[in-house]
């Protein structure tokens, strides 16, 4: 069974930075994009950054966080991160990792079939 187990959250001021980590269970790993979504309260999930299964070249982003968040992977590791620079109280949300559907590499969270249990984030002013 696949799971993702992110970590890394936590509480910093605004101008920190983070790094989150995602843990993906089994050989579901491999030949997949992946990618990292956000919810605010009372907001709906939105996407943040995806990665290819090749990673390099192969990233996208959010305009709200281009520039100051960056996606990596670790394939030999099956793990997913995502630095988080110059925290702004508005990036304050739960943080989920996610795998994309087979040869999906999108933004829209359909696109996802596996998701972790998210990490708060939360960017005090």
């Known amino acids: 069974q696949v799971q993702l187990v992110e970590s890394g959250g936590g509480l910093v001021q605004a101008g920190d930075s983070l790094r989150l980590s995602c843990a993906v269970s089994?050989?579901?790993?491999?030949?997949?994009?992946m990618g990292w979504f956000r919810q605010a309260p009372g907001k709906e999930r939105e996407f943040v950054a995806v990665i290819s299964w090749s990673g390099g070249s192969g990233t996208r982003y959010a305009e709200s966080v281009e520039g100051r968040f960056t996606i990596s992977r670790d394939n030999t590791k099956n793990l997913v991160y995502l630095q988080m620079n110059s925290l702004k109280p508005e990036d304050t949300a739960v943080y989920y990792c996610a795998r994309a559907r087979s040869g999906y590499s999108g933004i829209y969270s359909n696109g996802y079939d596996r998701w972790g249990q998210g990490t708060q984030v939360t960017v005090s002013s």
């Open positions: 089994g050989r579901t790993f491999s030949g997949y994009a």
